[in-house]
């Protein structure tokens, strides 16, 4: 267990949970992180108010990409909606109820170093999608607060001024606690969903009942297009454009671990919340598809084209302007306020996807600081990243819509390739048929959309690059860290330590071989000499066979074993020598009162490239690796235990 120095009353309320979080790890002997549960449609709303605040610029989007053919994209989008990503999600849903997401499905296909750069470049994208959702969306609020006919004129073209205090505002939610959140995203969802229906109701009333708006829309369709098949595939191309309406299905498995499941669950098993992520999935989809379809037949039927174009009073903001026009400069302005609201708390989805991601990764793979692991430290590194966004940006909403639908596209693709494989490997030919169709269908549509704006794929491999850069610096910062989170003996491991102790506890490190007698005879015999040990001692024989060099936190399983009727041997399996040698060291220390020694060879090589074969494979430097380690861990002298090279 790590003990964590007394420090004042910042750095107390900052760090608040970490201890706790500290003995959260992966393994057998973990403890599962404890949150306070929520009704599934509740979390709903916690993503909702960024997969459902998309109704606030999508049907201008869809109008300006498609023009008349807007109601035929956007049903384009609703089929691979209902029958794509919901289906490839709620399937995310039960292979990974914990909250990793398809990130943690497609990194158990890939170990060792490979898996951890594949993690990093998921994350990559997962942070420009998140990230961009929190700046994006903010900006959007700006947006429509600067049409708003009641905001001072004065106040116009401070943009990123208002930007980054909305982005303030949202980060001082999280950092109040994440109950707060959950209430906010409750109101201002209901709020802002019965004022849509409001407005489109109003909208589809107008469309009955003035047939020529319809007939004028036909007549346009038929001119510009007249093959109904050239109308789909012209819906098929430019349904890319239309990929933000795609927004929310990552965060919503991201958030499971808030989900409140049965009694009955279990950590390996929790029927109650996979059940409840999947209404919640569900849901969401059915509501946004009626709203996506009739929001984009009134907006197109009802609105001019030359209003949506850039400067046009609808331009990313289709249904307030339905709202001020048909329902009055009042109506209107409420309608302002609660689109404002939902685009400012849009980020707060993000925010929560983004909290429950980076720990599950980064500090166990010792690729972030151990103050990752609390949540009011991170709030604010990610408030300063999206700062910092939002000022290159300058706050311009068209100008961060590539890398938005960059990020959604590829964690959906990625979704639906780890789903594809999952129904492989479980052999249902028909279900990975049917993902494997949707994944082409995905795999198109990314594809599509960095060919046309490939500026999303830059700012992607930035976050991607910074996250690589800042992970390997902390690995290699917390080099020295001892990482085992707790060590068990077998019964023979503990009887041949006890019976050491009655008079000295002499460990030698040894590097498998053959493990025959002439082995261990011989690295006796040289220990002895190199470190002049009197003839007679008890020795135990230490070994450690690496497993995977690139995790970072194990628990350590040690066993004794008598082999050749002679020699006593402790055997464990670490990602480390060194670390796994320190941490048994500690274990004997504590349980017998006594300081051991342990013996080993001097290394034979350069010290730098012994010390990044530690760094890259566990092993190398391990003399006075072993020994740094324990410094750092123990820094009284007087009760650390002995280390010899010879």
Known sequence: MRT???????????????ADQSLQHEGPHARPAEHRTHAWWKVMCLTGVDYFSTLG??????ALAAGVLSPIATAVLVVVTLLGALPVYRRVAGDSPHGEGSIAMLVRLLSYWQGKLFVLVLLGFAATDFIITMTLSAADATAHIDENPFWPASFKGHEVIVTLTLLGLLSAVFLKGFTEAIGIAVGLVGVYLVLNAVVVADGLWRVVSHPAAVGDWTTALTTQHGDPFMMVAIALLVFPKLALGLSGFETGVAVMPHIKGDRSDTEDRPAGRIRGARQLLTTAAVIMSVFLITSSIVTTVLIPARQFEPGGAANGRALAYLAHQNLGGGFGTVYDIATIAILWFAGASAMAGLLNLVPRYLPRYGMAPTWARAVRPLVLVFTGTAFLITVLFDADVNAQGGAYATGVLVLITSAAVAVTLSAHRRRQRGRTVAFGVITAVFVYT????????????????????GIIAVSLLSRLYRAFELRVTNVDTDPAAARFVQECARRGIRLIANEPDRRDAREYRAKLAQITEDNDIPEGHDVIFVEVEVTDPSEFEEALRVRGEVRHDRYRVLVMESSSVPNALAALLLHIRDRTGRRPHIYFEWTEGNPALNFL?????????????TREILRQHEPDRGRRPHVHAG
Do not use: M
């Open 446 to 465: 990314t594809i599509a959309n960095v060919v046309e704006r490939p500026d999303g794929v830059k700012i992607a491999a930035c976050f991607i690059g």
């Open 4 to 18: 964590w120095p007394r420090s004042g009353p910042v750095r107390t309320w900052l760090l608040s949970g970490l």
């Open 613 to 625: 074969r530690y760094l890259a494979f566990g092993q190398g430097e391990v003399a006075p690796v």
């Open 57 to 62: 610029y999508q049907p201008g989007i869809a």
